[in-house]
């Protein structure tokens, strides 16, 4: 396993779901994670980033305040929680990883991600 993500669902507008991205970390030396998301006949879109090294996650201005990314360090995971849901963010979600941190401007870049998991949907119903 490289990049495994788990944790999608069908979940009403204003619920909550947490995502899940486990990662082979070590063995590929992957430091900076991300999540991307792609809705249906739509282009791939950043949601947000972490640094394994600990500094504060970022996120896309569309999801601000509604979702958060954090790790766990013991289980190479990384989580996406994403409350207040809206029906504009069902999508196949994409956890992504590299093995430098990449500067805030060029976090959305897809083509900077060495990894990718092979996505899990949410749907969320209005």
């Known amino acids: 396993v490289q990049l495994q993500a788990s944790g999608g669902g069908l979940v009403q507008a204003g619920g909550s779901l947490r995502l899940s991205c486990l990662a082979s970390?070590?063995?590929?030396?992957?430091?900076?994670l991300a999540w991307f998301r792609q809705a249906s006949g739509k282009d791939r879109e950043f949601v947000g980033s972490?640094?394994?090294?600990?500094?504060?996650?970022t996120y896309a201005d569309s999801v601000k305040g509604r979702f958060t990314i954090s790790r766990d360090i013991a289980k190479d995971t990384v989580y996406l929680q994403m409350n207040d849901l809206k029906p504009e963010d069902t999508a196949v979600y994409f956890c992504?990883?590299?093995?430098?941190?990449?500067?805030?401007?060029?976090?959305?870049?897809?083509?900077?991600?060495?990894?990718w998991g092979q996505g899990t949907l949410v749907t969320v119903s209005s």
């Open positions: 992504a990883a590299r093995q430098n941190r990449l500067v805030l401007s060029g976090r959305a870049n897809e083509g900077a991600y060495s990894w």
């Open positions: 970390r070590r063995q590929f030396n992957m430091n900076f």
């Open positions: 972490i640094y394994w090294g600990g500094e504060s996650p």
